[in-house]
């Protein structure tokens, strides 16, 4: 099975700030690499997906890079609506068995 | 607009089954592939099952597999989720999630609101 670690898995910022988090794959997944967020009680929303491509109605601030084993998900400035959790997944498994990972929380300083 | 509704979650005592259902509306659903995704109080997310647009193919997490049975009604726009053998760890939030593909590289672009199981004796 392909096991997927994101890191940090908790982050504190301000608004403004350039965060990235990355994932990293047990095993190349080209770029099989989906990314979501999650606020508290909440059902997760689609950022990125094929490890850069961002979804419709994304700010631009959001962007998503790699592939292969390594991928970051960068905000470039944070504004006080991303304060949530964050999670990539990958869909590159055959026959599919999705994972994801466990998760970066990001906070206010 | 696109939309997906979960229902059916409850306190069930562990070994005893439960029925989730998902109702889809505003787009064609029998032409998408659906997930069912879990998340237990305080954790992260976990794939569940994922059923293909016409039912011909299923595929589930080694956790619930042989326990759980992912079907389709696709003349009632229906997602549906039997759970049998239920155990403490498979209390979650549980959510349906539309299957999108770019090129070959799938992804879940709509989520339903999410309903709660509770396995408690």
């Known amino acids: 099975d392909i096991q997927m670690t994101q890191s940090p898995s908790s982050l504190s910022a301000s608004v403004g700030d350039r965060v990235a988090i990355t994932c990293r794959a047990s095993q190349s997944i080209s770029s099989y690499l989906n990314w979501y967020q999650q606020k508290p009680g909440k059902a997760p929303k689609l950022l990125i997906y094929?490890?850069?491509s961002v979804q419709s109605g994304v700010p631009s601030r959001f962007s998503g890079s790699g592939s292969g084993t390594d991928f970051t998900l960068i905000i470039s400035s944070l504004q006080p609506e991303d304060f949530a959790t964050y999670y990539c997944?990958?869909?590159?498994?055959?026959?599919?068995?999705?994972?994801f990972g466990q998760g970066t929380k990001l906070d206010i300083k | 607009q696109v939309q997906l509704v979960e229902s059916g979650g409850g306190v069930v005592q562990p070994g005893r089954s439960l029925r989730l259902s998902c109702a889809a509306s505003g787009f064609t659903f029998n032409n998408y592939g659906i997930n069912w995704v879990r998340q237990a109080p305080g954790k992260g997310l976990e794939w569940v099952a994922l059923?293909?647009?016409?039912?011909?193919?299923?595929y589930y997490a080694d956790s619930v597999k042989g326990r759980f049975t992912i079907s389709r009604d696709n003349s009632k726009n229906t997602l549906y989720l039997e759970m049998n053998s239920l155990r403490a760890e498979d209390a979650a939030v549980y959510y349906c999630?539309?299957?999108?593909?770019?090129?070959?590289?799938?992804?879940?672009?709509?989520w339903g609101q999410g309903t709660t199981v509770t396995v408690s004796s």
């Open positions: 094929a490890a850069s």
């Open positions: 999630a539309k299957e999108e593909h770019y090129v070959n590289i799938a992804f879940m672009d709509v």
């Open positions: 059923i293909s647009y016409d039912g011909s193919n299923k």
């Open positions: 997944q990958q869909s590159y498994s055959d026959p599919q068995m999705y994972t």
